[in-house]
């Protein structure tokens, strides 16, 4: 008899600040414990940067802001059993959705990017454009939470989210136990 | 009716005395029914129906909400069931959804009364709502307080707040329906006679009411919720009702 597989993660950091990715590292010492039930697959932990077989966990850092965030959730949904969205940016937009409505304009991306690489007080511009080369994935009109372009399974809240809280998420996944969060874990922020 | 008498919250007996409400009395009992826009201090008002229970039996019973409805002796209510909070919940991510709510991003985060909610209710499932984004006013006229209105619930504590306490009205209401907002009684907050000592600066549930030169002075961790989940005074307040009993004995 085959000994049981480790079980395959995957993951992606869209528009978020990898801050995530930097939490999942503050399971500490019980990464060793974990890592002998999971491996790493597609992840930038890896550098593998396509799916080439299915996986088990997918873990979503950040929404969507750009064209190519969404291929990439559309691919981990395809490619993963369980997707979960990490954080506050993958479950409702985060840092970057202030761009969506706080901006208090009616072309909020256009005001944004204006002020980002022209009108911006401290900038330093010299081509005084917008960069605009067609190899950048062209940006959306507004940060998407994961939810909005995929279905998502679980979502594991937090900015970031504690090391605590993720591993007793996957623990409880990989046991086919996870019933919910305790309550006095839950964070926002 | 004139003496106290008791009636039944989730099968558990609780005495009231005529004119408490369903809420008063479960306060009292240490039983938490949460809430949103009642507190403490000022006047009922049942607008946010986050504190909304079910009298009269399963099957025939009414909604009410339990700050404003008056408790009846033998009154049967439903509070703490799965059908109930799941409402509940429900209503609060509205509230989530109809503002601007960026938990990480905002000072009030931790002392937050709709992020506390939040978690008392398990808002952690992927949302079926859109979110509606709106472009809402930011005033920093005053040189004390500041108003980020995209955080507010229209919850009405500053209203009354500054109504029967401060005897000022510098909030009321403007609108109606879903555009009913909240409002201050002048061009701006500056041009008001709002000041930072007034009790309806320091009611604001969310973070819409800001007093400047404070936010994130209290670390991660020593923050209101940090200590434990919204309504565990009130829960405590039943422990410490039996202790003093047997303490008594």
Redesign the interface.
């Known amino acids: 008899m085959t000994e049981p597989r480790k079980a395959r993660v995957a993951t992606v950091s869209l528009a978020g600040c990898f801050g995530c990715h930097m939490a999942i590292l503050d399971i500490d010492e019980r990464l060793i414990a974990l890592m002998e039930r999971v491996e790493f697959d597609r992840s930038p932990l890896t550098d593998i940067k396509t799916f080439n077989r299915r996986c088990d966990i997918g873990i979503i850092e950040g929404g969507c802001c750009n064209e190519e965030n969404v291929h990439t959730l559309i691919d981990f949904r395809k490619n993963c059993d369980v997707l979960i969205?990490l954080g506050?940016c993958a479950?409702?937009?985060?840092?970057p959705?202030?761009r969506?409505?706080?901006m208090?304009?009616a072309d909020p991306l256009r005001e944004c990017l204006e002020e980002a690489y022209l009108t911006g007080p401290y900038l330093r511009n010299t081509t005084r454009l917008i960069p605009n080369d067609p190899v950048l994935p062209l940006i959306l009109d507004?940060v998407y939470?994961c939810?909005?372009i995929v279905?998502?399974d679980y979502?594991i809240?937090g900015?970031a989210p504690s090391g605590d809280i993720i591993f007793s998420t996957l623990v409880a996944l990989l046991d086919g136990k996870f019933t919910?969060?305790e309550?006095?874990t839950?964070?926002?922020? | 009716m004139n003496g106290p008498f008791q009636f039944r919250i989730d099968g558990v007996e609780v005495a009231a005395t005529p004119g408490q409400t369903i809420m008063e009395a479960a306060d009292a009992a240490g039983i938490y029914i949460p809430r949103l826009c009642d507190v403490e201090g000022l006047r009922h008002q049942g607008g946010c129906r986050v504190c909304t229970v079910k009298v009269g039996g399963k099957a025939a019973g009414r909604s009410v909400s339990a700050c404003t409805q008056p408790a009846e002796p033998g009154l049967e209510v439903e509070n703490d069931t799965e059908a109930r909070n799941r409402v509940r919940r429900d209503l609060v991510e509205m509230l989530f959804h109809e503002g601007n709510h960026l938990c990480p991003i905002c000072e009030k985060s931790g002392n937050c009364e709709l992020q506390a909610m939040a978690c008392r209710l398990d808002m952690t499932a992927a949302t079926r709502f859109p979110y509606l984004e709106p472009c809402r006013d930011l005033d920093a006229s005053h040189p004390d307080i500041a108003l980020d209105t995209n955080r507010c619930i229209s919850c009405g504590r500053c209203i009354r707040a500054s109504q029967d306490v401060d005897a000022k009205g510098v909030f009321g209401y403007v609108g109606r329906g879903i555009h009913r907002r909240v409002a201050v009684n002048g061009a701006d907050l500056a041009h008001t006679d709002a000041a930072l000592a007034d009790h309806a600066m320091s009611v604001c549930p969310v973070g819409c009411i800001i007093r400047k030169g404070e936010g994130f002075a209290t670390p991660i961790g020593a923050r209101h919720f940090d200590h434990g989940l919204i309504g565990h005074e009130i829960e405590g307040r039943a422990g410490e009702d039996l202790a003093r009993k047997d303490g008594r004995k």
């Open positions: 969205a506050q479950i409702m937009g985060g840092l959705a202030m969506n409505a706080i208090h304009s507004k939470p939810s909005e279905d998502i979502q809240p900015c919910g969060f309550r006095e839950l964070r926002f922020d």
